[in-house]
């Protein structure tokens, strides 16, 4: 077990829709990272938070957007939902938001998206 | 250019031997991680192990190691002893202090594709 929940395991909904993945990062953490991952694309990050500021996007479309709350737990909203964003979308968390080559990142076990 | 290029998409293995799944990676910055995690069929991440790219000796977790050639830029991971539970996605990453466009990555992990590992009783 990483430590880092993510709920729900599972989504499915239908086009159009907006959806909300929640994640809890590990105790201590304070940065949370979102990835995507589809068959097309592999492993793509989306966003990452410090202590509840945005440090730096990734391939993330102005359709979806996250925020980080002061409890530390983030959540990723996806809205106007297409086929396309049928994906695995994992959650990451590091202890610290800083360059450190060295951090590991502990994942959740991620939010199947199911769009149909 | 690829920063992770992982070769092979799937490699097949007989219980109880030692396997190398390749890794390359690409970067112009003299500071950084090499990371190596194992996807389940279940789906989670999980952390195998991790070299440094200051590190002068090869990481060791248990039944993995990493080959570091730093001049190569490669970093293979080594699986001994394979054992039936080890079949899974594997993926290398790399964590970066300055990203392409010269600004800082803040930490964020770049995937390779992955190679899918069966091992077979």
């Known amino acids: 077990d990483s430590g880092v929940t993510q709920t729900p395991k599972h989504l499915i909904t239908a086009t159009g829709q907006r959806v909300t993945l929640r994640c809890s990062p590990r105790?201590?953490?304070?940065?949370v990272y979102w990835y995507q991952q589809s068959l097309d694309q592999g492993l793509q990050f989306l966003i990452q938070y410090y202590n509840g500021e945005e440090r730096a996007k990734g391939n993330i479309l102005e359709r979806f957007s996250a925020q980080q709350f002061p409890d530390l737990h983030s959540e990723l909203n996806l809205s106007s939902l297409e086929l396309g964003d049928s994906a695995l979308y994992f959650c990451?968390?590091?202890?610290?938001?800083?360059?450190?080559?060295?951090?590991?990142?502990?994942f959740g076990s991620g939010t199947q998206l199911s769009v149909l | 250019a690829q920063k992770i290029t992982q070769t092979q998409p799937g490699m097949f293995v007989q219980e109880k031997e030692a396997v190398t799944l390749d890794c390359t990676y690409d970067?112009?910055?003299?500071?950084?991680?090499l990371f190596w995690y194992k996807q389940p069929s279940s789906g989670e991440m999980i952390f195998l192990i991790y070299?440094?790219?200051?590190?002068?000796q090869n990481a060791t977790e248990g039944r993995y190691s990493l080959n570091f050639q730093k001049a190569r830029k490669s970093a293979n991971l080594v699986i001994s002893a394979s054992q039936l539970g080890d079949s899974a996605m594997y993926f290398c990453a790399m964590r970066e202090v300055v990203d392409n466009a010269g600004g800082t990555s803040y930490g964020k992990l770049t995937f390779g594709q992955g190679t899918i590992l069966t091992v077979h009783p």
């Open positions: 970067t112009s910055d003299p500071s950084y991680g």
């Open positions: 070299q440094g790219s200051y590190d002068q």
């Open positions: 105790s201590g953490d304070l940065s």
């Open positions: 990451a968390s590091s202890v610290s938001g800083t360059p450190s080559w060295r951090e590991k990142l502990f």
